[in-house]
């Protein structure tokens, strides 16, 4: 069982927006930086947001993260069949000292 | 460009020791700015992460994994290690190892190597 909580999976259609959620606690989200990442069948998980809301280089605007409170959310509008893959969370827990993920949510653009 | 090569055997019998190694290329794992970590994967599941090390030695552990778990960094080789002992079948995983982009463990894991694939059986 993960220490952050994301649904399993979401959909959308092709153009529309999703949103995925995270939800922690006041030592894991509530007080430290949240980052997500994107994985691809086969390969290695991506940054898509660090520091909770910024994106690396050349990751395009679609890509959005926010927070509040115990719980950061990952938005992205224009969705495409390209985006269809596992998104995670993740931050440090202060009181587990680690590096803690959530469970990865399957995105499907229907 | 830094990369980052995950490398050691891809089978290990149960209740022995498994042992990889990243190596570090385009950049010096001695940088100050920098933690390198480890993170698994198994099949069909999510990431769980093992631990991280600073070149210096300090080093921050997974606590379920604590008791079985060492990192450590060899300058000379320009590459850490991850070595795990009395594995079982429930260490089967994708191996990744990847950099903390700031100089603490709490920052995030921006660059990731390619993962192997470790397999415990017998």
């Known amino acids: 069982q993960s220490v952050l909580t994301q649904p399993p999976s979401v959909s959308a259609a092709p153009g529309q927006k999703v949103t995925i959620s995270c939800s922690g606690s006041?030592?894991?989200?509530?007080?430290?930086?949240v980052f997500w990442y994107r994985q691809l069948p086969g390969t290695a998980p991506k940054l898509l947001i660090y520091?909770?809301?910024k994106r690396p280089s050349g990751i395009p605007d679609r890509f959005s993260g926010s927070k509040s409170g115990t719980s950061a959310t990952l938005g992205i509008t224009g969705l495409q069949t390209g985006d269809e893959a596992d998104y995670y969370c993740?931050?440090?827990?202060?009181?587990?000292?680690?590096?803690?993920f959530g469970g990865g949510t399957k995105l499907t653009v229907l | 460009q830094l990369q980052l090569q995950e490398s050691g055997p891809g089978l290990v019998k149960p209740s022995e020791t498994l042992s990889l190694t990243c190596i570090v290329s385009?950049?010096?794992?001695?940088?100050?700015?920098?933690?390198w970590g480890w993170i698994r994967q198994p099949p069909g599941k999510g990431l769980e992460w093992i631990g991280s090390?600073?070149?210096?030695?300090?080093?921050y552990y997974n606590p379920s994994l604590n008791s079985r778990v060492t990192i450590f960094v060899d300058m000379s080789k320009n590459h850490f290690s991850l070595i795990l002992s009395s594995v079982t079948a429930a260490d089967t995983a994708v191996y990744y190892c990847?950099?903390?982009?700031?100089?603490?463990?709490?920052?995030?894991?921006?660059?990731w190597g390619q993962g192997t694939l470790v397999i415990v059986s017998s």
């Open positions: 006041s030592s894991s989200i509530g007080n430290h930086y």
């Open positions: 990847a950099r903390h982009k700031g100089g603490t463990p709490e920052d995030d894991l921006d660059l």
């Open positions: 520091d909770t809301n």
């Open positions: 993740g931050t440090w827990d202060s009181s587990l000292t680690a590096v803690v």
């Open positions: 090390i600073h070149y210096t030695g300090s080093t």
């Open positions: 385009g950049a010096s794992i001695s940088n100050s700015n920098y933690y």
